[in-house]
């Protein structure tokens, strides 16, 4: 019993060691993108890739001052933005349907991206997706 509460104690020194390390130091954020949590892992598009042409309007009102009008993260209202928008047609490049999905519903804290859940319908999230894949 004693090594077992011995054992925690270091496990919880070394974490409280890690966190300290790691905090400040920009040199641990690297390019890798954060995993899809689960609750939105796997998700494909329901309506499908037609949807693309409801999503352009979506996206014109909604996404193109900060995101740019072909998704390059040049748009007006983003210019001053740090972070700055990013790049969609490189980021869809790279990513699942259900990452795109989860970040335009939760957006990313601490930055101009706002969770779109709740101002969006969810079908209209679908549909922008599509619309992010005829970006280039
Ligand atoms: C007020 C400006 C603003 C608007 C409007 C906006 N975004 Fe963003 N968006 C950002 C910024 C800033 C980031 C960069 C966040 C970061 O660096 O992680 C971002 C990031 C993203 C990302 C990538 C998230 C990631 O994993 O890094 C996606 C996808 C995205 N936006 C889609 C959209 C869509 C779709 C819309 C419209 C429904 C939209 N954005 C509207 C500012 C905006």
């Given amino acids: 019993m004693k090594k077992v509460l011995f054992g925690m104690l270091v496990l919880a020194l070394s974490g409280v060691l890690l966190a300290a390390c790691g905090g400040g130091s920009s040199a641990a954020s690297s390019d890798a993108l954060p995993a899809v949590p689960a609750e939105y892992a ?21 996404c193109a001052a900060c995101h740019g009008p072909q998704g390059h993260g040049d748009g007006p209202a983003g210019a001053a933005l740090n972070p700055a928008p990013k790049n969609l047609p490189d980021l869809a490049a790279k990513v699942g349907d259900d990452y795109l999905y989860w970040r335009i519903n939760t957006g990313v804290e601490g930055t101009g991206m706002v969770a779109w859940k709740g101002i969006l319908t969810d079908d209209q999230i679908w549909e922008v997706v599509a619309f992010i894949h005829t970006l280039k």
């Fill in 42 to 62: 796997g998700k494909t598009n329901p309506l499908g890739a037609d949807a693309a042409t409801a999503g352009a309007d979506v996206f014109n009102t909604n």
